[in-house]
C-alpha cells in the first residue's frame, strides 16, 4: 500500500490512478492538481498543476490512445485539458460553456473517440469532443436537472443483452450516459444522431435529498446496473435487463448509511462496488446469487 502524506495544503477531492497504474493525479481546495509517479511501494511528486481559481473537485485520466492528457474540474467554472509532453504539462484547451461550479469530469470510453462528459451546478451537462485538427466541439444540455447537477458518468460502449462484435457505428450511435442532480433524480441520456443531442430517456425516481454521485458499471453482462449515492444517506442500485427496458430499484441497504453518502466506484469488473461517505469510511458491496446486496468488507485507512 502507497500512503501519501502531506500532499496538498488543504481537502482532497479526488485521486485518480492513469490507465496503466503508473501516475495518480490528485485534486485539492489548494487549487492546484499534483501528479505521482506510482512504483511498487514509493511515489515521487513529478508535477503541480496550477491554473484554476477555485477548490477543483475532480479529475479524469483520458485513454493512452490520445496520448497523456487530463481533464480537471473546478469551482471556478471552468474545465481545463492538461497535456504532457516530453515532460512538460500545459493547458491545451480550455472549457468555459458553464456559469457556476463544474462539479464532475469524465472521458467517454475511447471507443466513442475523445469525448469529455461535464455536469456543473448551473443545471447544464456539456459533451466536449476534441478532435484530431485540434478543433472542439460540444453538445450542451440546458436544465438537465434543477439546481445543479452533481455528478454523470458514462455508460459502456457495450449495451446489455448485445454482444461484443456487435457493429462499432451501433455502438456509438448508442451511447448513454447517466446523471445524478440537486432535484434528487436520476436520469438516462442517449444519444440521437439525427438532432446530433442527447435526449431523455428514463427518469429515476427514488432519493429523498441530492443525488451526490452516479456511476455506470462497466460491466457488459446480461444486465446494466447503475449505483447512485445521495445526501438522503443512501445508496440504490439501479438495474435494467435490456436496453429500452424499465430500470428497477434496490436499495443497497435496509437501514440508512450513518453519514451522507458522497460517491460510488465500480470495480473494473463491474462485480464490486466501493462506497464512501461522511462518516470517513469505505465499504465494499458484492451482489450475491440471490440477487440481495452483502458486505465485502471495510477499508479503515
Known sequence: MVTIGNAHEDLIHDAV????????????SDKTIKIFEVENDEHKLVETLRGHEGPVWQVSWAHPK??????SASYDGKVFIWKEENGKWSIISQHSVHQASVNSVSWAPHEYGAQLLVASSDGKIS?????????????VIERAHAIGVNSATWAPPVSAGSSIENDKSKSLQERRFASGGSDNLVKIWKFNPEVNTYELEHTLEGHTDWVRDVA?????????????????????IWSQDKP?????????????????VWRANWSLSG??????????????????LDGR????GQIDE
Open 17 to 28: 490512478l492513469d490507465y496503466y497504474g503508473k501516475r495518480l493525479a490528485t485534486s485539492s
Open 216 to 236: 455506470w458499471s462497466p460491466s457488459v453482462l446480461a444486465r446494466s446496473y447503475i449505483a447512485s449515492a445521495s445526501q438522503d444517506r443512501t445508496v440504490i
Open 127 to 139: 459533451i466536449v469532443e476534441y478532435k484530431e485538427d485540434g478543433t472542439t466541439s460540444s453538445i
Open 271 to 288: 462485480n464490486i462496488l466501493a462506497v464512501s461517505g461522511g462518516d470517513n469510511k469505505v465499504t465494499l458491496w458484492r451482489e450475491s
Open 244 to 260: 429500452g427496458a424499465n430500470w428497477s430499484k434496490q436499495y443497497l441497504t435496509e437501514e440508512k448509511f450513518p453519514d451522507v
Open 293 to 296: 446486496w452483502e458486505s465485502a
Open 66 to 71: 490520445f496520448g497523456v492528457i487530463l481533464a
